[in-house]
């Protein structure tokens, strides 16, 4: 115990030499930050209420650049919110292998998923939500076992949800709404064990509710509104036991239907009238 406080104690020591200023100890990663800026359209980036500082490899590295957060000697987060970063999605932050977390809503990054990124293994958050990313998703993130939370809504996805995600048993969080994607709910997605949330509504997703999906014991929410499902509710599904909220709506299911369930204790119905 005491013999570990002081190598923790000497390992800060050695960290707070590294990081004197916001950027100083990244400035190995500069080449691959400035090729994001480049191809994004850096020089024009920013929006009425906030201008966007650094992103010069030639000032000092005390000064911050925005949305970049550098600590231990490495780049951990990327934040970059309503700033017009316009162009193909950066597949270079790939080489950033020590990020965390990777903000760009509100952009007009257009182009598509990169495979390479399950390259991140430290990646948990990739957010971006209102973008213009088109193209399928990509099957190769079946490896990437680091992200939780995927908000990809609100763009152009097309293809099908690729069953190779099953993979994914820490992706908690799922927000695909408001896209073009089509196909089935695959039934393998019951592997996805330590799912809480997923949103599919809005987009042209068809057949049936997979029955073997009644082992996502975790799941909170699933929004399917507004596709193509057809069917019936699984009675299998009353074995969801953190199921909260559930929206079947604007879908093509058959007639009317009610289910009995017994949650918690308590008996209740899914209905459809
Ligand atoms: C990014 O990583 C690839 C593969 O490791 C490497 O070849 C390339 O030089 C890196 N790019 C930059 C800008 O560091
Ligand atoms: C980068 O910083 C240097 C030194 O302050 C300055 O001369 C140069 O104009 C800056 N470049 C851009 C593109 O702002
Ligand atoms: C950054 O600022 C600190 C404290 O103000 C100073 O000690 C250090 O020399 C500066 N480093 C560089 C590279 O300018």
New binding site residues.
Partial sequence: MWAKALILSSVVGAVSVLGEGPMCGCEHRYGVLMEFYDSTNG?SWGNPVSSVQGW????SCNQSWTGVFCTRGDVYMIVLDGLRVNGPFPSILANLTALLELKMPNNQITGTLPPSFNLLKQLYLLDVQYNAISGTLPSEWSSFDSLTTLWAFSNSITGTLPPAWSAMKNLQILDLSFNSLIGILPPEWSQMSSLHVLTLSKNALSGTLPATWSILVKLETLQLQNNGFSGTLPSDWCSLSSMRALDLSLNSFEGRFVVKCTLRGQICHFWKL
Avoid: F, G, R
């Fill in positions: 020089p010069n490899t030639s000032i």
